[in-house]
């Protein structure tokens, strides 16, 4: 029975973690091809020849990177909504293989092992990531919504969504960075590892 019961676990990890991976590349696929399109918008890629680069064209084209902006916009939202619902809803923190239900016991069980700052600087990085996304999503429903035919928004509201869009393009990159830094960091500090639903020990 016990056997079942493992076998059953770890058929299930196995499966959080194939999921895990096919969220992550959605979500990082989707980003850079929302950078690469959203810089279309501006006549960068004509004014640096990338135009003329074989098979490059198009990116000169505003409506068609537009189109490619949308289109990723929406796998974005997709695949940040289901790694809300599907890992934070069933995970957790995870430390030392122990399910923890809170932030203080998960930073104190990290830290006895000498990784706290590495813990709290992860944490940080991961909330400035998730608030920038949710910006870079309600700005650009904003922006959507403005393109859309017989709709006026106020001139100040486009303002302020056109800014903040702008603002946290600019900190999503800098916060993944700082991300990947200090996950680079505490590697070579060794264990905890940092995963998707928290930390777990090697």
Not at 93 to 106: H, I, L, P, T
Not at 126 to 137: D, F, K, P, W, Y
Request: charge should be positive; aromatic fraction near 12%.
């Amino acid at each position: 029975m016990k056997g079942k019961f493992k076998e059953r676990a770890g058929t299930s990890t196995a499966h959080r973690s194939r999921t895990g991976m096919m969220v992550r590349a959605l979500l990082v696929v989707s980003v850079l091809l929302l950078y690469f399109s959203g810089l279309g918008q501006m006549p960068i890629y004509q004014r640096y020849y990338i135009t003329s680069i074989p098979g490059f064209t198009w990116t000169g084209d505003y409506f068609a990177t537009l189109r490619l902006h949308y289109i990723f916009a929406a796998v974005l939202i997709f695949a940040y909504v289901f790694h809300l619902v599907y890992h934070w809803g069933r995970d957790g923190f995870f430390v030392a293989g122990k399910k923890v239900d809170n932030y203080r016991e998960a930073r104190n069980e990290a830290g006895g092992k000498g990784q706290e700052r590495f813990f709290t600087l992860l944490r940080l990085s991961q909330v400035l990531i998730h608030v920038n996304i949710l910006l870079l999503i309600a700005s650009g429903i904003v922006k959507v919504i403005k393109n859309l035919p017989a709709v006026d928004l106020p001139y100040a509201l486009l303002v302020m969504s056109t800014a903040l869009h702008n603002l946290a393009t600019l900190l999503l990159l800098v916060s993944c960075a700082a991300y990947f830094l200090i996950r680079l960091l505490q590697r070579r500090n060794a264990s905890p590892v940092w995963s998707d639903s928290g930390v777990s020990m090697k």
